[in-house]
């Protein structure tokens, strides 16, 4: 093909203008054979060839009639081929700066038979249908706390012996976790117990003497008896003129000194009883001193209160502890703690006990539902917040202290598959299809009466719309429409109330409008199932 021809022996013009006409109309054929649509601007590039055309019929003729003398007019065929390649060159550029627009030549395409068995598949970015909140609500961040934290202290003033917990070490409730110097106790305890066996027999001491009383008082009650029977023996002789009346007299006199001390004996049983009485007390009261003296022996044996982990070590051992002074501290993690500040707004929402969502970025696949324990009657007088307390379960232990939580407090709502607005087109027959991605729908702006079912028609259409769903079929990736109810809108996306099942693939975009069955091709940007 680059080999130079021979050169054409021209003799005339008119065969010079025929043969210029002949490489021009099979260069015409060619462009008129490339599918396309005439518009303006290919029109003006028409103009351009014919005015081309004309230029070089001129050239040749002046050319000829200069030498006209001359027996020979020759032209080369390398030099019109390379005006012709100049001539295409100049109108492909031409076409260019002046091409159709994309709906002009999308369209051109449709209306060429045959192009879209010879086009090969349609580039669609594809999507996988998945579940999702429409709106999201706000967030609320805090830090999570243990339910409860204890501080274990000294009860008694003393030297600590020994620690045996540290930091992040678990416990559970009763467990010894260090020992105080408990030798001033111990004394202390012995000293208690020895008064109270002192008291002890001072009460039995008491408890003899109340029986050496009753026997008194049985002595002499009997004495009292025997001078009664005396006195009425002699008072009858005294009668009956046997005694005098002297005798009769000092056996009266007998029989009541009797009585007096037997009312003597008495009253020193009552006494030796009010005695071993106060005794008893005494045994009591040294009692619940010794009782009280071994609680506090025990306290030098430090134990946990609760069942958790330890969140601070505040003393060592070695240190002197006076009464009240903290050891440990021990958080309780079966549940956790996130304290956030809502606005005053947000408050008519929350309730106590309402379930929430909560995240938190240290285990971010794990969703966790935590319920509202407690909302705070005061809030921040200049920021208007007001703190509510969030309880979270933490049966197996992963969350810990000081963790950062989101706290959504939207209801629990049920989530339906939402898809991009792109994604949707009207179904077929509606007036203002216009492909995957634009939905149109004309409303009449006359609110008279007549055009009532005209808007409800228009609000149902709205609801309604078709996606394309893909399917792969023979070793080919096709396309199926897909009729769907359309929920709410917001941000660009559109709930799917029925027609598209939670992983199913559909089109998002498409490089040209698609239709049933039409063979497509997964772009870059497609999800892989």
Request: contains cysteine.
């Amino acid at each position: 093909m680059n080999k130079p021809h021979k050169q054409v022996k021209i003799t005339d013009p008119v065969a010079a203008n025929q043969l210029i006409n002949i490489q021009l109309n099979s260069v015409v054929k060619t462009e008129v054979a490339m599918p396309g649509v005439v518009t303006e601007r290919s029109r003006s590039a028409g103009w351009a060839y014919a005015d081309l055309k004309s230029r070089l019929l001129a050239n040749s003729t002046s050319a000829t009639g200069e030498k006209g003398k001359k027996e020979n007019y020759l032209l080369s065929s390398t030099s019109v081929r390379s005006l012709f390649i100049s001539c295409l060159v100049g109108i492909a550029l031409l076409t260019a700066s002046c091409g159709s627009s994309p709906k002009e030549s999308a369209d051109a395409q449709s209306q060429s038979p045959g192009s879209r068995e010879g086009g090969g598949a349609t580039p669609v970015d594809v999507a996988i249908a998945r579940t999702d909140l429409l709106e999201k609500q706000p967030e609320y961040t805090g830090n999570t706390t243990p339910f409860r934290i204890v501080s274990v202290r000294s009860q008694v003033e003393a030297r600590l012996l020994a620690l045996n917990l540290d930091v992040g070490d678990t416990v559970k409730q009763g467990q010894n976790v260090g020992q105080l110097d408990d030798a001033i106790l111990s004394t202390e305890l012995k000293q208690a117990e020895a008064e109270l066996a002192a008291l002890k027999s001072e009460v039995a001491r008491a408890t003899n003497q109340v029986s050496n009383a009753r026997a008194d008082v049985e002595r002499a009650r009997l004495e009292v008896v025997q001078a009664q029977a005396d006195s009425e023996r002699q008072q009858r002789l005294f009668k009956a003129g046997a005694i005098a009346e002297q005798t009769a007299q000092q056996a009266r006199t007998q029989a009541k000194t009797a009585a007096q001390a037997l009312r003597a004996a008495q009253e020193q049983v009552r006494t030796e009883q009010q005695a071993v009485a106060a005794a008893q007390g005494r045994v009591l009261a040294q009692q619940a001193l010794v009782a009280q003296t071994k609680e506090r022996s025990s306290y030098a044996r430090l134990t946990s209160p609760i069942t958790g982990i330890v969140t601070e070590k505040v003393t060592e051992p070695g240190n002197l502890l006076q009464a009240g002074s903290e050891v440990l501290k021990i958080g309780d993690f079966n549940r956790v703690k996130v304290v956030v500040q809502v606005s005053e707004l947000e408050l008519a929402q929350i309730q106590v006990g309402q379930s929430v969502q909560v995240r938190l970025d240290a285990f971010p696949d794990q969703a966790l539902i935590g319920r509202v324990t407690r909302i705070s009657p005061a809030a921040d007088a200049t920021a208007r917040l007001i703190p509510v307390e969030v309880v979270i379960p933490n049966n197996q232990g992963k969350i810990g202290s000081g963790l950062l939580a989101r706290v959504n407090f939207e209801n629990q709502t049920q989530q339906r598959v939402v898809v991009p607005q792109t994604a949707i087109q009207k179904q077929a027959g509606s007036k203002n299809s216009k492909g995957t991605g634009e939905t149109q729908t004309n409303v009449p702006q006359d609110s008279s009466p007549a055009n009532t079912s005209g808007i409800a028609k228009a609000k149902s259409q709205d609801q309604s719309g078709e996606v394309f769903v893909v399917k792969d079929t023979e070793d080919k990736t096709k396309v199926t429409a897909r009729a769907v109810m359309l929920g709410k809108r917001a941000d660009g996306r559109v709930e799917i109330l029925s027609g598209l099942q939670t992983g199913e693939r559909y089109v998002v975009r498409s490089g040209k409008p698609l239709k049933e069955g039409d063979t497509v091709s997964l772009s870059i940007l497609s999800e892989k199932q």
